[in-house]
């Protein structure tokens, strides 16, 4: 069974960092690119980033490039969203999600809550 445990959300300034965290089970990470993906209130899903298995391909969305940093540790099977310069534009729960780009099926975490508000 497929497994995506989101962590590291939380309350930040804005210009603030967050890193998040998602631990990943229940099947082979190392094989699978995988996206972040946002939700903020009253809006559609958005991509955040996403990454190929081996982190040789990268994407951002627009309005986080250059603030955004995805990563991953295939040996920890997790994967990671440093968020720097934080603005309350970015307040939303963020998911990681199995696959490259947006999926309305595929598997997701459980969500994070980040919130940028002075």
Do not use: H
């Amino acid at each position: 069974e497929v497994q995506l445990v989101d962590s590291g959300g939380g309350l930040v300034q804005p210009g603030g960092s967050l890193r998040l965290s998602c631990a990943a089970s229940g099947f082979a990470f190392s094989g699978s690119a995988m996206s972040w993906v946002r939700r903020a209130p009253g809006k559609g899903p958005e991509l955040v980033a996403a990454i190929n298995r081996n982190g040789g391909s990268i994407e951002y969305a627009a309005s986080v490039k250059g603030r955004f940093a995805i990563s991953r540790d295939n040996a920890k099977n997790t994967l990671y969203l440093l968020m720097n310069n934080l603005k309350p534009d970015d307040t939303a729960v963020y998911y990681c999600q199995k696959g490259w780009g947006y999926g309305a099926l595929s598997p997701r975490g459980q969500g994070t809550q980040v919130t940028v508000s002075s």
